[in-house]
Nanobody, 117 residues
Framework: QVQLVESGGGLVQPGGSLRLSCVGS????????MTWYRQAPGKEREWVTR???????TYADFVKGRFTFSRDNAKNTVYLQMNNLKTDDTAVYYC???????????WGQGTQVTVSS
């Protein structure tokens, strides 16, 4: 069965760093676009990374220059390196798998990131 599992969240001070991981199984991983979302308490879920029509990656303005996305298809894993974390980055972070041109969407359970001094 399709499964996405995020990990790597935790408590960090402002200015610190974390690396999130998302491992997929049960589907053809390299045929899917992988992206990251987050949801803070009292707020709507928002995209952190986005795959454009030309397959390029776009970062949300609030993370540009601080977060870096990468993927390792051999390990069915994507990563989100988060540097210079801010208090406003506190949220549950989710990874999403979507195949272009198809209505499929797969979600993980999320991993909590808390930025606090």
């Amino acid at each position: 069965q399709v499964q996405l599992v995020e990990s790597g969240g935790g408590l960090v001070q402002p200015g610190g760093s974390l690396r999130l991981s998302c491992v997929g199984s049960g589907f053809t991983f390299d045929m899917y676009d992988m992206t990251w979302y987050r949801q803070a308490p009292g707020k709507e879920r928002e995209w952190v990374t986005r795959v454009e029509r030309d397959r390029s990656l776009t970062y949300a303005d609030f993370v540009k220059g601080r977060f870096t996305f990468s993927r390792d298809n051999a390990k069915n894993t994507v990563y989100l390196q988060m540097n210079n974390l801010k208090t406003d980055d506190t949220a549950v972070y989710y990874c999403n798998a979507h195949q272009f041109g198809y209505p499929r969407d797969y979600w993980g359970q999320g991993t909590q990131v808390t930025v606090s001094s």
